[in-house]
């Protein structure tokens, strides 16, 4: 066989295994979404059909009306959207500081802030139930804000410290000639040639917090300010799980955020090419 012929099947082979984990990849989701369209005569009598007979959005509704799952998204969009966006703020300032002030000190720091993932969460579990509780910040937003940011930001410094390295100290020094401040030259210069890496750090940081699930359970305790990750928990602690309301419930969590990425990816990839050239 000649070398093109070669080349050709082994493309074709990569190809084929890239179909078959991409399937069994969206398989999961894929299910959730079927099953949760499904009766519940549909679900306990034929569950391993991949079509619903019949369709029905009654999951949906009682998932809203009953369980006021709605309550829940918005607790979560509210607490992602806070630590994400204090977040970045910190972690941008804090990258482009340890860039151009302390570069050689800002190296070793960023590696030591990484290594708080080292710990699993259940570690500091008990110190930060002793200091919300101190400061009155138990079963608030606030608090559980103030944990998320413990552990999102130094991740989130740790990746901008390597994009705002990319920035050419040149043209910073010409933005400074004509008179640009630092925080001007921070805000139209370096922070926009690394516009990709925020994007990027931006979306980790809220799918990070969207989805947390283990200081929400800990430290809010108020059916009404739970998140979406806690409220799908509850319905786990029912003596007869509606496996119905379960896989609607666990649409309305995952399906978005799977549309979203898929929407955006392509636009995060040539970005990051477009500033790594830069």
């Known amino acids: 066989m000649s070398h093109a012929g070669r080349n050709k099947w082994g493309m074709a082979g990569i190809y084929i295994g890239l179909t078959l984990a991409s399937v069994v990849a969206v398989f999961p989701v894929l299910w959730i979404v079927i099953s949760s369209l499904k009766t519940a005569t549909d679900l306990n009598g034929n569950p391993i059909s991949l079509i619903p007979q019949p369709f029905t959005f009654d999951n949906y509704v009682r998932v809203f009306t009953e369980l006021g799952f709605h309550w829940n998204l918005l607790n979560s969009l509210i607490i992602s959207v806070a630590s994400t966006a204090i977040t970045i703020i910190i972690s941008s300032l804090g990258a482009y500081g340890i860039v151009r002030f302390f570069p050689n000190v800002g190296r070793k720091m960023t590696r030591v802030l990484i290594v708080s993932y080292m710990f699993p969460p259940i570690l500091l579990a008990v110190p930060f139930t002793l200091m919300l509780a101190k400061v009155g910040l ?34 910073e020094e010409a933005a400074a000639v004509d008179g640009a401040g630092r925080m001007r030259v921070f805000l139209t210069i370096a922070s926009p040639i690394v516009l990709p890496g925020i994007v990027a750090t931006t979306i980790y940081t809220f799918i990070n917090t969207f989805n947390e699930f283990l ?25 007869v799980l509606d496996w119905g309301m379960l896989m609607a419930a666990s649409t309305l969590v995952v399906l978005p955020s799977v549309i979203v990425f898929m929407i955006i990816q392509k636009y995060m990839a040539a970005g990051l090419s477009e500033g790594s050239v830069k």
């Open 138 to 171: 138990v079963n608030s937003y606030l608090g559980l804000i103030v944990i998320y940011l413990s552990f999102s930001v130094p991740y989130a410094l740790w990746m901008l410290v390597g994009f705002y390295q990319t920035v050419p100290i040149s043209i």
């Open 215 to 239: 200081y929400a359970l800990l430290f809010i305790n108020e059916s009404a300010k739970m998140p979406v990750s806690v409220g799908l928990y509850s319905l786990m602690g029912t003596e």
